[in-house]
C-alpha cells in the first residue's frame, strides 16, 4: 500500500509501521565523492532527503542544532577530526539522539571494529565497496521495510 510517499509493512506482531521516504537521512563521509555516491544510492533506492556532514563534529551539530528529525544516520569509520566512531559515541549519550538509527561504514571487515561497533550502539555495519541492493538490505534491518 503506498500513501504520500509513505510504504507500509505488516509486521509480524500485527502492527503496521510507516517509513517515511522523505524524513531525513544524516551521511557523514570526510570524502565528498563517497558522501555523493551514498546520495546517490540512497536517491535510487526512493529517499528524498539527504543531508551530508564532512566528519563526526559537523554531523553532531547538524542533528543537535536542526529543527528536523532524522531518520538514519549512515557515517564513515575513518574520519578526522572526530572519527564515526567518537560521532557514535556522542549519539548514544545524547538524551535526545541516542535512540537514532546508525549504520557503520568502512573499508576495513576486522572482527574487533565490528564488536567495538556493536558494543558502542552501532544498529548495522557495511563494508566498503557496496551496491544498492547491500544498502537497501541493511537499511531495511534498521528501519523495516521500504
Known sequence: MVNNQRFYLFLSLGVFMSVDLSAPVLVVDDQQTMRRIIENLLKQLGFKTIVQAADGGAALKTLR???????????????????????????????????????????????????????????NYIVKPFSAETLKQKITSVIGQF
Do not use: H, Y
Open 65 to 123: 542544532e536542526s529543527a528536523q528529525n532524522f531518520m538514519l544516520v549512515i557515517s564513515d569509520w575513518n574520519m578526522e577530526p572526530m572519527s564515526g566512531m567518537q560521532f557514535l559515541k556522542e549519539v548514544r549519550t545524547d538524551a535526545k539522539l541516542k535512540d537514532l538509527p546508525f549504520i557503520m561504514v568502512t573499508a576495513e571487515s576486522k572482527t574487533e571494529n565490528v564488536v567495538a561497533a556493536k558494543q558502542a550502539g552501532v544498529n
